[in-house]
């Protein structure tokens, strides 16, 4: 496995694909998150958003990463 993405002769990094699915998940659940009202629970919204984003990107790279071998 060379960790890249051959698309029509341009190389893209594995992780770029794995970034892209982590924010396209993230993105309904910030917006189920403040429809139930959890954000008034937060002290800083963007700090937990991103918080938020890295642990969908850790949990993105670890199901993924045993398909990719």
């Known amino acids: 496995m ?6 029509y002769g341009v190389f893209i ?16 659940l910030r917006r189920i998150l403040a429809r139930a009202g959890f954000y008034r629970l937060v002290w800083h919204r963007p700090l ?10 850790g949990i993105v790279v670890s199901v993924a990463v045993p398909f990719a071998s």
């Open 13 to 28: 990094p594995g992780l770029a694909a794995w970034m892209l699915i982590a924010f396209a998940v993230s993105v309904p």
């Open 2 to 7: 060379t960790g890249e993405l051959d698309l």
């Open 48 to 57: 937990f958003d991103l918080a938020l984003y890295v642990v969908l990107l």
